[in-house]
């Protein structure tokens, strides 16, 4: 028999992000009692949370602050848990590459520990990524083997090897891993290429910037909607038995493709010139619209990621809902009526 959510206790880490704000709607729309750990923040945290009819309850905690965790947990009594949390910026990874791991590795084997010390039975999501394939040739799935190249990605895969693997074989805990694929929507944040992609290019389009400037154009991802991939956390979480899914939409597509999709959204025709450092796009009045520049390029680079996401279709009854034109439309629409509100 099939347990209703109604009534049950969520606890969601990284309330505040983007997938946070969609799995909280997501729970309150099937009935659950939604927590949301906060860290404090000198700017408003809860803006993505304003415009939700229902309201989850926050308590404020941090996935530093093990004290903080465990009065978080024991004042949510969660059924589930939801590990969103995390310095989730690849890019700035190399920069702060101990923060990252303090967030990513640690913060994770405190939140599991205190909760499962609280309650032996609660049910564990892990926001793995696909980040952690690295430079595993596609299409990437289960059984690929996992080769990160970055500190986010080395900093999830531990996470995921002792805390959800590991703890899986060795307290019985119900934990499992999504291993996500890039996934974006108009409340990602700006500094993630697709979001800087579509804010620069409507703002261009409105005479309020002159050009946008990248990194590498040439790398490959598999990009899904954010709203599709937060059903998949949920569904993982009513199975019998905890399993790793790998969550993508199975099509991939390079930087510079995103670019001409969201720029023929705006009507900006685009040419192309020039390679590597050089490559330019210029506009039909030969004006630079899109330039190169090598502070964002990583030290290191993740070239093609494509997921294999058959086990979710089988077992989870999972596919993406939103094909890449019309997730391209959905945020170029979104940031142009925003801005043009802001310029009315
Ligand atoms: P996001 O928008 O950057 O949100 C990250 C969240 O983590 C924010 O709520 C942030 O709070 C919170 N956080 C950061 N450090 C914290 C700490 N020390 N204690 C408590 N909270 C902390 O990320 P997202 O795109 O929603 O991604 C959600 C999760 O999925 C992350 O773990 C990410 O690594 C993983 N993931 C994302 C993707 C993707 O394509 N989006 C793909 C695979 C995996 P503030 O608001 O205070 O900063
Ligand atoms: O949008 P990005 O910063 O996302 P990235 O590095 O793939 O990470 C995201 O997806 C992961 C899943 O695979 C998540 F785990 C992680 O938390 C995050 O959500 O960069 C995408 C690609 C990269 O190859 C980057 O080098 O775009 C390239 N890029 C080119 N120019 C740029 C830029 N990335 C950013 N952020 N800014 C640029 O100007």
Redesign the pocket.
């Known amino acids: 028999m099939k347990v209703s959510p109604k009534g049950r206790r969520a606890l969601i880490t990284g309330i505040t992000g983007q997938d946070g704000s969609y799995l909280t709607e997501l729970l309150l729309s099937k009935g659950y009692e939604v927590y949301g750990l906060v860290r404090r923040s000198s700017n408003d945290p809860l803006v993505r949370l304003h415009n939700l009819k229902s309201k989850p309850h926050i308590v404020y905690g941090n996935l530093r602050d093990m004290a903080s965790l465990e009065r978080a947990i024991k004042e949510a009594r969660p059924d589930e848990i939801y590990n969103l949390a ?1 310095q ?4 700035i990874s190399f920069k702060c590459p101990e923060e990252t791991e303090e967030i990513n590795y640690y913060g994770v084997g405190r939140l599991v520990n205190a909760a499962m010390r609280f309650n032996p039975k609660v049910r564990i999501y892990q926001a793995s ?3 952690m394939f690295g430079k595993t040739k596609p299409p990437q799935n289960e059984e690929s083997p996992f080769l990160p190249v970055s500190p ?1 990605g080395v900093a ?1 895969l531990k996470a995921h090897e002792d805390f959800v693997v590991g703890y899986r074989e060795k307290h019985g805990l119900y934990i499992c891993s999504g291993f ?3 996934h974006e929507s108009p409340r990602r944040g700006e ?4 979001r ?1 992609i579509s804010i620069s290019l409507v703002k261009v389009k409105l005479g309020l910037q002159d050009r946008v ?5 040439d ?1 490959k ?1 598999d990009w899904g909607y954010a709203g599709d991939y937060v059903e998949a956390m949920w569904k993982m979480h009513q199975q019998k038995k905890p399993q790793d899914y790998v969550v993508a939409t199975g099509e991939s597509h390079t ?1 510079r493709d995103f670019v001409n999709e969201a720029a023929a959204i705006l009507a900006i025709k685009l040419h192309w010139s020039g390679q590597g450092l050089r490559e330019v796009a210029k506009n039909e009045k030969r004006k630079t619209i899109v330039r190169v520049n090598k502070m ?3 030290p290191t ?2 070239d093609y ?1 494509l997921g294999d996401c058959r086990k979710a279709a089988k077992d989870l009854k999972w596919g993406p809902q939103l094909s890449f034109a019309k997730l391209v439309r959905l945020m170029v629409e979104s940031d142009l009526a925003a801005l043009s509100r802001g310029i009315k």
């Open positions: 995390a989730s910026d690849v890019g990524t696909s980040e986010y999830k996500l694929f890039n500094h993630f290429v697709t800087k400037e990248l990194g590498n154009l790398a991802r930087v964002f390029y990583r680079e993740v990621l």
